[in-house]
């Protein structure tokens, strides 16, 4: 609004500024104008015209998830949202508002008083002030609330694997060639690569148990790795010790040099 405005009377205040510094000599007044007769300054300004309603209509929505119901804001053109309705407004026990403010409203003086936080977050909001993080579980919360707001190419969206989406997510770019998330997809795949159950591990440890022995306990870990490897290589070729027969590279490998 403020840069339209200043698009829309740049003649008349190149003009009113022109005379305070031929009539006044202002320093300040002979920069300004300086400033107003620059053509890459006029461009600035429009590009600026442009691109903030588009910077703002995404930061706000974004904020506005941190307080109200998503629906109600989803849903809804922003000029339909209003934010000071409190029965658009989730419960003081639902905001996250980053890892900062939720330190601070669990001080005795803060949470005493819930009404009283509850509408200075509203007023907060309704005034579209923002509280910038950079590190740890605020940059994932961010990634976390602007992956529904961010428009994903269809090669994305269209992945029916998790880890496949997420990989693709992790790589997608901006226009300036950076990665848009960059915390949020490796924190997925980091939880997705958890083994729901640990028999594989027991099932591991049993078979170290069998090869050693007491009286077999001085067997180095490369030598137990080679027999757990030696095990499994035979399992999964469906066979038994007796029956199982190697490879030629397998033969080749049993050299001295590494043995």
Not at 33 to 44: A, G, M, R
Not at 57 to 74: E, F, G, Q, S
Not at 100 to 119: D, F, I, T
Not at 239 to 258: E, G, H, I, L, Q
Request: charged content about 20%; proline content about 4%.
């Amino acid at each position: 609004m403020v840069v339209g405005r200043i698009l829309e009377n740049w003649e008349p205040l190149h003009l009113f500024f022109s005379d305070r510094w031929l009539g006044e000599h202002l320093l300040s007044a002979e920069q300004i104008n300086q400033s107003l007769n620059d053509p890459f300054i006029n461009t600035l300004y429009l590009f600026l015209q442009w691109i903030l309603p588009k910077v703002m209509t995404v930061m706000y929505r974004n904020v506005l998830i941190a307080y109200m119901k998503r629906d109600n804001v989803m849903k809804r053109s922003l000029e339909d949202v209003k934010p000071d309705v409190s029965q658009n407004v989730v419960s003081l026990n639902e905001l996250y508002l980053r890892v900062g403010v939720m330190n601070q409203l669990q001080k005795k003086e803060v949470a005493s008083n819930p009404e009283h936080s509850r509408q200075g977050i509203i007023a907060i909001n309704k005034r579209k002030d923002t509280i910038s993080t950079t590190t740890g579980f605020e940059e994932l919360d961010d990634e976390w609330r602007m992956l529904p707001l961010h428009s994903l190419p269809d090669e994305v969206t269209s992945c029916s694997e998790v880890d496949e989406f997420w990989n693709k997510v992790r790589k997608h770019k901006n226009s300036g060639g950076e990665c848009v998330f960059k915390v949020l997809p490796t924190f997925v795949l980091t939880a997705v690569s958890i083994p729901h159950f640990n028999a594989d591990c027991k099932r591991v440890f049993s078979i170290v148990n069998l090869v050693r022995t007491n009286h077999i306990n001085k067997l180095i870990t490369l030598n137990l790795n080679g027999a757990l490897l030696a095990s499994e290589c035979v399992q999964k070729s469906g066979s038994c010790c007796p029956s199982f027969k190697p490879t030629t590279d397998m033969v080749s490998r049993m050299s001295k040099a590494n043995l």
